[in-house]
């Protein structure tokens, strides 16, 4: 078995276009990850407590049991703190694509839930938009489901390097 | 993309693969891996940036420096005595005391059960149930209405925070009039929430009797009480504690030292105010079904003899006596027993209930004292019930010997947040929850620092949010949660009502013989500057202080 048969079971073939544009979706979500996080680990005594607090709809108890417990608290700001960062490293050095996608997405979902955009709830913190069900998390949300249906890290990315060498 | 183009994208790539050498494959494979690495030094770099543009304001920090980290709680003495109380007046806010103090009625617990259960966020249960004990015994109540008596006895027995049906402790001795009240040996001290007009003289009483006092705010309801009352606490040497909980609000502090360290330049004006827009907010308050000449002691309600007279003689005297009243002493109305603070025959008005919060906070952060002369304005514009209490009022506050005047705007017909301000020459400094400060763009202080491009003027330069222990840079969505409310976890991560830390001081205070922060002083300085403002509106004139002589004088 050659190399390009390899290839062709990891990776799907884009024309130059596609690829740069799909590269592209994957390093500016990984800065907006990357960002989010950097931001919260030079913010001092930064925490989620605010925000878990402000929680709204079907699992707001579960967000706000959470912040009221200390020991929770703690590792929920731990977890968004270093998560973010992490996650946003992957993506745009995309090393481990697909455990980018996944905690992006685990990451997303907890952001939609907490603050769904319902009729009649109104946030404590005003949001930069008017928004019905739909908000930019699950916007991207979407953006991240397709991108990991078509993975780049194998063409641009660190991935390239380390499977490839595993392969040989 | 359809599956034609992947199969033709395929096709080319397996093409160039081919024709290309494998000497240049290393170094595509790196480059095509390695790609993306470049947007994270563009990040480091905008980072960098925008860390050394926020290290410009936290010059903040540095100019706004303080050695003292603002303590938090002190833990109660280890094996302080139990302190007896006795509860006068059992009302509305006397009811909130009890609560502060850890004593509510069974039903009150039930109910917030049930609330938890309807609403597992509602943790008001919870609080209520964890709130420390602090290590006091109701022993005595006295409420001239049964109904608010019955239901104090029952917080009081209600020793282990129960809801109904359960086990509770000794029920508390009811008395029918608060002097047989002060008479008992098994009260130690005595928390008064009665009236305003019986404030003074419940108080001069306790201290007479050697009791310890509580007293809610205003401290006066006439001049003449105001020094007797002052010279029985200084001769009895008993611990007095005014109802100003303000006292206890983390950011006054912190703002008590910026003005101290002389970061605002020299203050000219303070500007406060009461914004409500509501009938309980205006007084209006329910009348009890079971209210009635028989549930009420009416003749105790009245007042002390003595201080009616005095009412009366100041009233006649200054030819005020359209606003006694209109309703003689003696005739008994519900409207008046549980709306008395809209007449001036029970109360002292806007000025005793609401501007002396917001003159005791000014006090406390600047150490204001009583003012060298007062004005004010307004009338009954809103609430046109057959009040004679006004519902709007506009007090200034001269501070001569100090140069700066203070401003108190009230009306209870709307609800329109404005902020307190404390203007000074350097900077202005808004005073809430949180504490915001303004550098004025025509500071000398801050001169260098504005022409330098350190300071934006104009823009809030320094924010202090409770809690927090870093001052400078904290970010709009703190911020607006601190100013909501929403941050309450300040000390050990729990929340804490003002109300209860006025009240744990006073009774710590008692266990140490220390004064509180709202002691006697304060009181005096609190109570006179009110009559002064009360009597600039009834009077319509300027209204002076000969601080010498310690006279309220027409000038």
Redesign the interface.
């Known amino acids: 078995m050659n190399n ?1 048969m390899i290839h ?1 079971k990891r990776v ?4 130059k276009g ?1 690829l740069i544009a799909l ?1 592209s979706l ?2 500016l979500i ?2 907006y990850f ?2 989010e996080g ?1 931001a919260k680990i ?4 930064w925490t989620a ?3 878990l ?2 929680s709204q709809g079907l699992f ?2 579960l967000f ?1 049991m959470i912040a ?1 417990n ?1 020991d929770l608290m703690a590792i929920a700001d731990f977890i968004n703190i270093w998560g973010l960062t992490l996650i946003g ?1 992957l993506l ?3 090393l481990f694509e697909k455990i980018g996608y996944l905690g992006s997405a685990i990451f997303l979902v907890l952001f939609y839930l907490s603050h769904p955009p319902l009729l009649h709830v109104e946030y ?2 005003p949001t930069e938009g008017s928004y019905l069900w739909v908000d930019k998390n699950l916007v991207m949300l979407g953006a991240v489901v397709v991108l990991s249906l078509f993975p780049t890290s194998m ?7 380390i499977f ?1 060498s595993k392969s040989r | ?1 359809s599956e034609k ?2 199969t033709s ?2 096709q ?3 093409r160039e ?1 081919q024709n290309k050498k494998p000497v240049s494959h290393g170094r595509r ?2 480059i ?6 470049p ?2 030094g563009a ?1 480091a770099y905008g ?1 960098y940036r925008k ?1 050394k543009q926020e290290m410009r304001n936290i010059t903040s920090a540095d100019m706004f420096h303080f050695n003292s980290e603002i303590s938090p709680l002190t833990p109660l003495t280890p094996d302080g005595k139990t302190i007896r109380l006795g509860i006068i007046g059992s009302g509305i806010r006397g009811k909130q005391l009890m609560i502060a103090l850890g004593f509510a009625t069974p039903q009150y617990v039930e109910d917030l059960m049930q609330a938890n259960k309807q609403n ?2 509602d ?1 008001r249960y919870r609080d209520f149930r964890e709130q420390e004990d602090l290590k006091i015994v109701i022993t005595a109540v006295c409420d001239i209405f049964d109904v608010h008596a019955e239901e104090a006895t029952a917080a009081g027995a209600n020793i282990n925070r129960e809801g109904l049906n359960s086990q509770y402790g000794a029920t508390p001795k009811r008395y029918r009039h608060y002097r047989d009240l002060l008479a008992t040996e098994d009260v130690d001290a005595v928390v008064i929430a009665s009236p305003d007009h019986w404030h003074g003289q419940m108080a001069l009483d306790a201290a007479l009797a050697g009791k310890h006092v509580y007293l809610e705010k205003p401290m006066t309801w006439t001049v003449p009480e105001t020094y007797a009352l002052r010279s029985a606490v200084k001769e009895s040497g008993i611990i007095f504690q005014l109802g100003h909980q303000n006292r206890q609000v983390e950011a006054y502090t912190r703002a008590r030292e910026i003005v101290s360290k002389g970061l605002l330049g020299a203050v000219s004006l303070i500007e406060t105010g009461t914004n409500r827009n509501d009938p309980n907010g205006a007084w209006v308050y329910p009348i009890h079904p079971d209210a009635n000449p028989q549930t009420i002691d009416w003749q105790q309600f009245e007042g002390d003899p003595d201080r009616v007279k005095e009412y009366m003689d100041y009233m006649t005297s200054a030819g005020l006596a359209q606003y006694v009243g209109p309703d003689p002493r003696n005739k008994f109305s519900l409207e008046r027993f549980f709306r008395w603070r809209c007449w001036w025959d029970y109360s002292t008005g806007l000025s005793g209930d609401l501007l002396t919060h917001e003159y005791d906070a000014m006090n406390q952060i600047m150490d204001l004292g009583i003012p060298t002369s007062a004005s004010s304005s307004g009338g009954v514009y809103f609430f046109r019930d057959g009040r004679t209490v006004p519902d709007v009022l506009q007090t200034s506050f001269e501070f001569a010997d100090k140069g700066l005047t203070m401003l108190y705007s009230a009306t209870l017909a709307s609800q329109f947040n404005r902020s307190r301000k404390i203007m000074g020459h350097d900077a202005t400094m808004e005073v809430g929850n949180t504490l915001t400060v303004t550098i004025d763009p025509r500071s000398e202080q801050y001169r260098d620092k504005i022409d330098n491009g350190t300071i934006k003027p104009g823009e809030p330069f320094y924010h202090y949010v409770p809690g ?3 001052d400078a ?1 904290t ?1 709009a ?2 911020l ?2 601190a100013e ?1 409310g ?2 309450y ?1 300040y000390v050990d ?1 729990k929340r804490y009502n003002t109300t209860y830390l006025h009240l744990r001081e006073w009774l710590e205070s008692i266990r140490s013989g220390k004064q509180p922060s709202c002691n006697i002083d304060r009181g005096f300085e609190e109570a006179i500057t009110a009559h002064m403002g009360t009597r600039a509106y009834l009077e319509g004139r300027t209204i002076y202080w000969d601080a010498e002589k310690e006279e309220i004088t027409r000038g």
Not at chain 1, 42 to 45: D, Q
Not at chain 2, 32 to 37: C, F, G, H, S
């Open positions: 390009s062709k799907i073939n884009y024309s596609q590269v994957r390093t990984g800065w990357l960002y950097v030079f913010t001092p005594k407590y605010g925000y607090m402000d707001a108890p706000k009221e200390p490293l745009i050095i995309g404590l913190l063409r641009i990315g660190v991935d390239r390097i490839k | 993309m183009d992947i994208n395929e080319n790539n397996e693969s494979d790196a095509k891996a390695l790609a993306t690495v947007v994270l990040m980072v860390r597992s966020a943790n927090k222990s870093i840079v970010s969505t703190e607006y949660f909501r929403l941050l976890s991560g």
